[in-house]
């Protein structure tokens, strides 16, 4: 989630007064206040409008959502002199193979602009560029370099020059391995021979994309009025979008923008801020938004999200990086309307609500216990390591991990018994009998195959005999027939042998090939359970798969 | 209340004890032939209908401790030594021990005793008796002090009180207990009570079948219960709270005619991400933030290559006039399995098993994110998802269904804002009013899906309406629950005691 915090006293006196009616307006223009105090006010950006990540992006937008401005911001640019030229080297070709590059000139910096260049590089690094990911952008001083500037990758030992935040020249190895932030990022330049770079026509480094500036002519000050801007990365189009975000951005602080020649693969001229064209079909818009409009409505609403509009065909602003479908459109058509100002409906279309045929049996098996006076719990999905020891399982083969869960709870549960039991281990001094169930999800390896299926299972502070009763009445109180019997299979660790039955379903009653399928056990917990899990009370309980159940009872259903 | 009403509210056992209020509570026992406890209960019960008045009063009593018993039965340290002095007039102290069977205490304080009585005297460390015959017969007042007890505090003497603090100064002779004792005091009411002379079994108490059967209650009367004392509480079978609040937001949705689908909390990447135009470096895509299962899928339903080509191409290169992500995609990315981040994932497998429309759906259910646990998170929550596919469906139906749930879930001020899911657009923002916080609480998303989602899972550009709002603040809000991890505490004691879902 991208943040930005803006100068309050800046956006009063460039926006608007910040009272209640503008708060509204921003949170429905889809840039919802965070925060706000006497300083600042921070907003949340959503991930589709890198363009409004700087702060100037966000004020071109929202003035013309104010109806202050309209249509598509117009920017100048220079044609590119002679040696503005930035040459991509074949090297790069398999490192890092694009770049986009741009000038912008006679701007006035303080602190606070540099600051705003800043911070807006960061949060689109880390947004956009997915932390660094996609695409790296480079800010320097245009007065320091000698054009033009070649972009070309060598190998790391090769690269030597003063990287930002060092006092000693590095290497490009031992930028990765040493500096801060070369740590931080060596991960996207891991396993490749060559390193790129940028560096001038006096063989000058500028910088060693994505980690790291050079110290000496990569550092913007307040005494810099000219700067250079590149991106680099694997996607052109990104870089493209990219590098018209922060160029307008810029421009807008007061620069003017200034073409460069960029010679790789292509020969580009960039910036290139032509507008792409998009159709639109006003019959789209209203079918899809339930409104009337007129054209000129359209266009009205077109122009305040800062398109331009002319019979049927929509100019996108080069900076826009969402704009895919006519479907992107009519949401800024809805944005300009105001989504306070749709009339909610309900349409008269007649359809039949059904509710799951499983989760009514749930229900109703809930219901039945209920009546037992059983009360229902609900654990979470994942177990602990420690719930595991308690239960003395020592095959684990069996169970399923999570990767990298943030907390304790990283094995989904293979059962409900675990979670019964720890329930009634954190119940120790809770009035008794306590009685309790649950109807959920377990997981577990069956034949290395990945078995997720829903599951009964019943816990009392009571003997075998309450315990077959309270199975023996759920299943009188169904069409189902199920037969106890003395456990064929190894039965569950946690009872007590001689005091555990194993139980079968008569399934596919409906049709001719009945048979016997063991759905569960039930039984007295051993004490040595009991105590894992400090329970001073003897516990009986019953486990059974629900599967077979929910089909067989489903079937009957209909 | 009347004095008649009164007494028939005497139970058998506060009448039975009535004839003896003036005695003491061992008497009142005896002669009524109750237990204690039914005795002290009947009492309670007269003091609370102001038949009697209770005082409890505080008695020390003074009795013997361990060595006093032990002396009383044996005879005073200081009593048997002076008998063997009598005998042999004159001893060494390992004599003395010996022959009297002290202990090295015993000895010395005998000695202390004997001395300040003037019956011995020590010289060359022997011990000699200064005793006329005849003075060994005598009782000494200690002596007689123990044999008496045990003795009431008040009652005792002048003599006896200097005695009794000689012997608190040795060890464990004396033993002083406090005793609490109940006073009755009968009140003019019980006085009238008591002169009715009423018989134990003249009331009904408990209706038994020969009382219905022979009509035997037409004789007697009823008698009165205490109406207004409390009972035990007793705690019935319930479903849990969650799963209340669930069933009848599934109501609210059946009564719009929504069908329920239900899905597997594991799934593959691509139902939770791919199909739903989530391009594969999407930052909800990371370990970070969802859990992963790193097993292969060995599962029997393989997705169908039509569908999962047709996601490939939305992705690359787009439908329907889409310019698509513009990417290469790995079909390795989509298979990987985890636990499903949002019941989106249930509508997108939906889609495309539809067959008719319009068509709409709901699904409630669990979903999870790799989070730490506090107050505000937790790695599983619920969500309410629906979907509705229709020719004609439009963004102001999408908030008509919305406004009608959140109204009928008791949220009369709901505000619609932009949002952003790669899935949907329009996207909508959901935000409740919550009037004691004051502001607008974010309770989830919803929108239109998009063409490069419904295209290659539907097969064709439809407008499929489409939420996912969470459901825990929801109920939080409703069961005034400020933490996240109370709704999976399963306290038992909360679990009893919470209200039912009252709607």
Known sequence: ?558 | MNIKKILETLSPNERKILPYLDEKIENICKKSNLDKTSVLRALRYLENKKIIKSFIQEKKIIDVGVNGAFYRKKGLPERRLFDILDKKRILNFQEAKKEASLNDDELKVSIGILKRKDLIEIKKDKIISKGKKGEIYRKMPEESFIEALPLDYDSLNQEQISTLKDLKKRKEIIDIKTKKIIKIEITNLGKEVIKQNLKPGDLIEQITPDIIKKELWKKKKFRRYNLTLPVPKIYGGKKHFVNQAIEYAKKIWLEMGFKEMTGDLIVSSFWNFDALFTPQDHPAREMQDTFFIPILDKRDTPIEKKIIRAVQKAHEKGVAGSKGWQYKWDEDKSKKLILRTHTTCISSQTLTKLKEIPAKFFAIGKCFRNETLDWSHGFEFNQTEGIVVDENANFRHLLGYLKQFFKKMGFEKIRFSPAYFPYTEPSVEISTWHPEKKKWLEIGGAGIFRPEVTIPLFGKNIPVLAWGPGFDRILMDYYKINDIRELYKNDLNFLREVKFWMK
């Open chain 1, 1 to 558: 989630m991208a943040i930005i915090s803006i100068n309050k006293k800046l956006f009063e006196k460039e926006i608007s007064k910040l009272d209640e009616n503008i708060q509204d307006k921003i949170a429905i223009f889809g840039t919802p206040i965070e925060k706000i105090d006497e300083n600042e006010v921070q907003l949340e950006i959503f991930p589709n409008r890198p363009d409004m990540l700087p702060y100037q992006g966000f004020k071109r937008a929202f003035l013309g959502f104010l109806g202050k401005k309209r249509g598509i911001k117009k920017y100048k640019l220079q044609k590119p002199k002679k040696d503005y030229l930035v040459k991509v080297d074949s090297s790069v070709k398999n490192i890092r193979p694009y770049t986009a590059c741009a000038i912008v000139k006679g701007l006035n910096l303080n602190e606070q602009k540099i600051n705003e260049i800043i911070e807006m590089q960061e949060k689109l690094h880390l947004t956009f560029g997915r932390k660094r990911e996609r695409f790296a952008i480079g800010i320097y001083p245009l007065d320091k370099i000698k054009i033009p500037i070649t972009f070309k990758a060598l190998e790391p030992d090769k690269i030597k020059f003063i990287p930002l935040g060092a006092n000693k020249e590095m290497s490009g190895l031992e930028i990765l391995q040493k500096h801060p932030i070369g740590k931080e990022y060596a991960h996207l330049l891991a396993g490749k021979e060559k390193f790129p770079i940028f560096i001038d026509s006096n063989g000058e480094i500028l910088s060693m994309p994505p980690i790291i500036n050079s110290k000496k002519i990569g550092e913007i000050t307040p005494d810099t009025h000219d700067i250079f801007i590149e991106c680099s990365g694997f996607d052109f189009l990104i870089l493209n979008k990219c590098l018209n975000i922060i160029v307008t951005a810029v421009a807008d602080m007061g620069g003017k923008i200034q073409q460069m020649r960029v010679h790789g693969d292509k020969k580009r001229i960039l910036p290139d801020l032509t507008p792409e064209k998009m159709k639109i079909n006003l019959q789209n818009v209203n079918k899809l938004l339930g409104l009337q409009l007129k054209e000129k409505n359209l266009k009205n609403l077109l122009e305040k999200m800062g398109y331009n509009y002319k019979k049927g065909t929509v100019e996108v602003p080069a900076w826009r990086v969402d704009v895919l479908h006519e479907v992107d459109l009519i949401e800024d058509v809805a944005i300009a309307y105001g989504y306070d100002n749709f009339v909610p409906e309900i349409p008269k279309v007649s359809t039949i609500g059904q509710e799951n045929p499983k989760e009514i049996i749930k229900r109703k098996i809930s219901e039945i216990l209920n009546g037992l006076k059983m009360i229902e719990v609900s654990n979470y999905h994942l177990i602990t390591e420690k719930d595991i020891s308690k239960m003395e399982i020592k095959n684990k083969k069996e169970f399923i991990e999570v990767k990298d869960s943030k907390t304790d709870y990283k094995i989904l549960r293979p059962n409900l018994t675990f979670c019964l039991l720890k329930v009634l281990s954190e119940n120790i001094d809770v009035g008794f009998p306590q009685n309790i169930f649950e109807i959920g999800k377990v997981f577990f390896l069956k034949n290395e195959k990945i078995t997720e299926r829903e599951s009964l299972a019943v816990a009392i502070t009571g003997n075998f005999t309450e315990i077959r009763q309270i199975l023996e009445h759920l299943f009188r109180m169904t069409s189902l027939t199920i037969k106890i019997k003395e456990p064929e299979s190894e039965i569950p660790k946690h009872f007590i042998d001689g005091r555990t039955i194993e139980i079968t379903l008569n399934q596919n009653s409906m049709k001719k090939e009945s048979k016997e399928k063991s759905i569960g056990f039930l039984g007295e917990i051993h004490p040595k359970i009991l105590k894992n899990w400090k329970i001073k009370t003897p516990v009986s309980l019953f486990e059974i798969s629900l599967e077979e159940i929910l089909q067989e009872l489903a079937d009957y259903q209909r």
